[in-house]
């Protein structure tokens, strides 16, 4: 499976294999904190994976335009998303490798048949032509943040627990989300 390369490396860990990234964004005036978890999709993480699934509340499956094999493994780490994340994950999928379309394997209208056929964004990148990737990584961030939005104005509007105030001081402060790329 295609392994997603960053342009960020304000924090590098290697994890046995597993890159482990931070990267803090500005989405609608405020600081949004990323942990970036990226496995590569490799099948040996696989049983790590499904425990920081649990946690997850956005994933990114990428797979490579230019390796017919690494796109038809979205589909089982689609299932194993299914089984182990939280229902309610935000989820995106990634063709990398756009800039190499004489090399394309898979086209953008498989790609995005597949996105539909789950309810699933889709966008193409380039990792190495950084094509795409703030987009990705924006959009992901502000579906989860309307996600949770919505959740606290449904659980203030149900009564439970009364309205939530946000004073300046909490405003500054940065929320925190959790990315797992496979």
């Known amino acids: 499976m295609e392994h997603f390369l960053f342009i960020y ?3 590098h860990v290697s994890l046995a294999g597993i890159d482990f990234k931070i990267r803090t964004i500005e989405l609608d005036g405020k600081k ?3 942990q970036i978890w990226d496995t590569a999709g490799q099948e040996r993480f696989r049983t790590i994976t499904t425990a920081y699934y649990r946690g997850a509340m956005g994933i990114m499956l990428v797979y490579d335009i230019t390796n017919e094999k690494s796109f038809d493994n979205i589909k089982n780490w ?3 998303i299914e089984e182990h994340a939280s229902s309610d994950v935000e989820r995106m999928i990634l063709g990398n490798k756009c800039d190499m379309n004489e090399k394309r394997q898979v086209s953008k209208e498989k790609g ?5 056929d ?3 964004k889709f966008l193409e990148t380039s990792a190495k032509s950084s094509i795409n990737v703030e987009e990705a990584f924006f959009t992901l961030a502000r579906d989860i943040m309307t996600k949770l939005n919505r959740k606290m104005n449904d659980s203030s509007s149900s009564g ?3 309205p939530v105030k946000i004073t300046e ?4 402060k940065s929320s925190f989300f959790r990315c797992t790329l496979l």
Do not use: V
């Not at 995005?112 to 539909?116: D, F, R, T, W, Y």
């Not at 001081?169 to 500054?172: D, Q, T, V």
């Open 160 to 162: 439970a627990g009364g």
């Open 32 to 34: 949004i904190k990323l």
């Open 169 to 172: 001081n909490r405003s500054k």
């Open 112 to 116: 995005e048949k597949l996105a539909i």
């Open 118 to 120: 789950y309810g699933i």
């Open 9 to 11: 490396h304000k924090i």
């Open 78 to 80: 689609i299932r194993n």
